[in-house]
């Protein structure tokens, strides 16, 4: 397996948990099920276009204020 890391709203986290409880899978399983699930419905579709449509698109659908180089040139450097 391959190590991903992002971001969750906070009412994702929140259903995550509350459905890993309850069906005794890790929220990694759950995870994996969506996209599983979301791959088989969208199989036919072009997946680079897909994700070049939406990469663009923040998590909580509302307009990004930031780039990624605006981010990096703000963090603190590291001696």
Request: net charge neutral; hydrophobic share 35%; proline share 4%.
């Amino acid at each position: 397996m391959i190590r991903k890391q992002w971001f969750l709203r906070e009412d994702q986290e929140r259903w995550l948990k509350r459905q890993g409880q309850a069906t005794g899978n890790s929220e990694g399983d759950l995870v994996r099920q969506a996209l599983d699930t979301f791959a088989a419905r969208h199989h036919d579709q072009d997946w680079e276009g897909f994700l070049a449509s939406h990469r663009a698109l923040p998590a909580d659908g509302g307009v990004p204020d930031w780039t990624r180089e605006f981010l990096h040139e703000r963090s603190p450097k590291k001696s």
